[in-house]
């Protein structure tokens, strides 16, 4: 099976900058689109930022200019840079990765337990 664990979380001041971090371990024969998710308080779950495996990116509107996603597929981890954070930032951020077991199948999606990022003075 496949675990993916974020770390980096945690508090930080408004305008200050966090690196979450999510490794993907078991038996993985390739990764296809890695992404953070985030679902703040009283609100549904939202796309922060997603990363093909041809490296290419989006990002949700509201953290455009401020966060990067980037990952290293030596180490099946994707990153999420955030900088200039805002209260509004703050969240449960979830990261999920497209997985292929063996060669010849399928892509299944798994999911990390996800980790609180609080935004606060």
């Known amino acids: 099976q496949v675990q993916l664990m974020e770390s980096g979380g945690g508090l930080v001041q408004p305008g200050g900058s966090l690196r979450l971090s999510c490794a993907a371990s078991?038996?993985?024969?390739?990764?296809?689109?890695m992404r953070w998710y985030r679902r703040a308080p009283g609100k549904q779950r939202e796309l922060v930022a997603v990363i093909t495996s041809s490296g290419r990116t989006n990002y949700g509107d509201s953290v455009k200019g401020r966060f990067t996603i980037s990952r290293d597929d030596a180490k099946s981890t994707v990153y999420l840079q955030m900088n200039s954070l805002k209260p509004e930032d703050t969240a449960v951020y979830y990261c999920s990765a497209d997985v292929r077991l063996s060669g010849r199948g399928d892509y299944t999606t798994y999911w990390g337990q996800g980790i609180q990022v609080t935004v606060s003075s």
């Open positions: 078991g038996s993985i024969f390739s990764i296809s689109a």
